[in-house]
């Protein structure tokens, strides 16, 4: 079950008149017909929290395709699994609070990608402003013997 309630901060389509599945179109009337429930079920439902339809200026609740399916959804958990109203909005919040928590970990992931991207090009970067003048110097073992050095004997 997925979103649902007030699009306050949802996305507004590019083009005005472009629908998408967020778009509140349909009045009540024909919301309770394509869920199959009754209109004053949709109004309890509002009243609850349950769904939440945009508004126009005139206060009618306008419902979107989103919308519909989060009707038959409370419906399905409400008659099929014998789910209360309260732990059906319980489970909306969860549901919700996680499709945001997924959203969140995506765009982590996203900025700890770009962040691991940006220092191996930094890394690349210094490992090009190496003098190449310079001899790599293995570490030498040192030990504790004693060299003693003697010139050679002119012959």
């Keep these: 079950m997925q979103g649902g309630g007030g699009r306050g901060g949802g996305r507004v389509p590019r083009n005005p008149y472009q629908l998408t599945d967020e778009t509140p179109v349909y009045v ?52 099929d699994e014998g789910i209360n109203l309260a732990g059906i909005k319980r489970i909306i919040e969860l549901e919700n609070q996680v499709a945001a928590l997924q959203a969140r970990v995506a765009e982590l992931t996203a900025a700890v990608e770009g962040a691991a991207a940006a220092m191996q090009q930094r890394e690349a970067q210094v490992h090009a402003s190496y ?25």
């Design 28 to 79: 009540i009337s024909v919301a309770a017909q394509l869920s199959g429930l009754h209109p004053q079920t949709l109004r309890q439902y509002d009243r609850l929290g349950l769904v939440s339809p945009d508004r126009t200026a005139g206060r009618g609740r306008r419902y979107s395709a989103r919308d519909i399916e989060l009707l038959r959804q409370v419906q399905q958990l409400s008659q």
């Design 131 to 155: 003098r190449r003048d310079l001899v790599p110097y293995d570490q030498v073992q040192q030990t504790s013997a004693l060299v003693v050095w003697r010139p050679k004997r002119p012959e």
